[in-house]
Structure formats: structure tokens, C-alpha cells
T-cell receptor, first 116, second 111 residues
Framework: EAGVAQSPRYKIIEKRQSVAFWCNPISGHATLYWYQQILGQGPKLLIQFQNNGVVDDSQLPKDRFSAERLKGVDSTLKIQPAKLEDSAVYLC??????????????FGEGSWLTVV | GDSVTQMEGPVTLSEEAFLTINCTYTATGYPSLFWYVQYPGEGLQLLLKATKADDKGSNKGFEATYRKETTSFHLEKGSVQVSDSAVYFCALYTGGFKTIFGAGTRLFVKA
């Protein structure tokens, strides 16, 4: 079974530029997550989709971050304009549709962003 | 609100030493509990989980027991290897597709 795919793996941009990250979840997984992981910290949920609807985007800085999952499959996270503090790893993850006990989340390898 | 607290790292051990990483939680209801591991340069991956009180999750020589009375889910391994060097995250799931992660504990194992 293919895992969660993310691209690009690494990106260096200047502040005020824009960047987009792409994610393809595991086939059949209805829930898709974008997490931000700053060096030395745990993952922080930015946005969570159930199919193509947003379940939780309470911690997404909406003035500069946007995300979409148009057909309920792959997703794009965009940052525009980027700030120095956006330097982090952006982790995409997915989980199956069922919310039964033990909601295991499957992570991609992450997209490493450095803003200079 | 729901939360997870892990012991601060880094934890540095010699090969074959005994490992304990403490994790306690606060949650309403009956959460499922997880340990995820993140190896250098990689994303997180599930290490083990327990879905109800007194369950023991185990994988790759690691184990953790869901203790409802102490609201804990401590990670243990009897004999660590250099390849176990990674960051370990405790997490809880209380339903509604919402998983809360701890801050992570970095483990260094010396040969």
C-alpha cells in the first residue's frame, strides 16, 4: 500500500515570497490533515479535512495560509506571503473514514521549508 | 481541555540500557492513546497504541500500558539500541478525528 506522498521535500524561499505544498493521502482515507512542526516541537494541526470539507482550521493563520482539497483526494497548502517564522516542516497525514477507537494517523515524510 | 504532557528530553542512554519515557494525559471521556516515533529526516509513524484502560500496546520491543487510575501511558523498552535514537511523541484521541500530540522526547542512544 502506497503511503502519504508529499512534494516538494525541501524548499528555500525568501520572506514575502509564496510557496505551495502538495499532498496525496493513502487511497481511501477520508480524513486529511496538515500539521506544522517547528524544530524541537510537536506537530501542530493547521487544518483538517473530512472528504473535501473543512473540519477544523482554528489554528490556520488565514491571512497568509490557505489549503484546499477540491475532489476529496489530494490537497494543496499555500503560504503567501511567507514570514521567517514559517520555517518548519509541513506534515501531511491521513486517516481512514471510521472514527472508531484508535484513529491511527499516517504521516508523509514532510516538506521542509526554510524562509530566509 | 484535553492535553498530553511528556517528560522533557533529551534522554541519553547507553546501548542495552532500560528506557522509560513518561507520558500523562488529561481528557474527558475515554481516549485512545498512542506513541509515535520520528526518525531523523522522516515523518511520524505509529509505534504502538492502546484503546482502553489496562490495554498494553507493544511493538519492536517497546511497550506501554494504558493506566486510567494514574492517567498515564509510559513508554518502556528493556534494552535500547543505537537505531532507537529518534523523537518519541505521546498522543491521545478523544473522538471527532481530533488527535492531540505531546511536545516530543528526543532519545539518543550511544554505542
Amino acid at each position: 500500500e502506497a503511503g502519504v506522498a508529499q512534494s516538494p521535500r525541501y524548499k528555500i524561499i525568501e520572506k514575502r515570497q509564496s510557496v505551495a505544498f502538495w499532498c496525496n493521502p493513502i487511497s481511501g482515507h477520508a480524513t486529511l490533515y496538515w500539521y506544522q512542526q517547528i524544530l524541537g516541537q510537536g506537530p501542530k494541526l493547521l487544518i483538517q479535512f473530512q472528504n473535501n470539507g473543512v473540519v477544523d482550521d482554528s489554528q490556520l493563520p488565514k491571512d497568509r495560509f490557505s489549503a484546499e482539497r477540491l475532489k476529496g483526494v489530494d490537497s494543496t497548502l499555500k503560504i503567501q506571503p511567507a514570514k521567517l517564522e514559517d520555517s518548519a516542516v509541513y506534515l501531511c497525514a491521513s486517516s481512514p473514514a471510521s472514527s472508531s477507537a484508535g484513529n491511527t494517523i499516517y504521516f508523509g515524510e514532510g516538506s521542509w521549508l526554510t524562509v530566509v | 481541555g484535553d492535553s498530553v504532557t511528556q517528560m522533557e528530553g533529551p534522554v541519553t542512554l547507553s546501548e542495552e540500557a532500560f528506557l522509560t519515557i513518561n507520558c500523562t494525559y488529561t481528557a474527558t471521556g475515554y481516549p485512545s492513546l498512542f506513541w509515535y516515533v520520528q526518525y531523523p529526516g522522516e515523518g511520524l509513524q505509529l509505534l504502538l497504541k492502546a484503546t482502553k484502560a489496562d490495554d498494553k500496546g507493544s511493538n519492536k520491543g517497546f511497550e506501554a500500558t494504558y493506566r486510567k487510575e494514574t492517567t498515564s501511558f509510559h513508554l518502556e523498552k528493556g534494552s535500547v539500541q543505537v537505531s532507537d535514537s529518534a523523537v518519541y511523541f505521546c498522543a491521545l484521541y478523544t473522538g471527532g478525528f481530533k488527535t492531540i500530540f505531546g511536545a516530543g522526547t528526543r532519545l539518543f542512544v550511544k554505542a
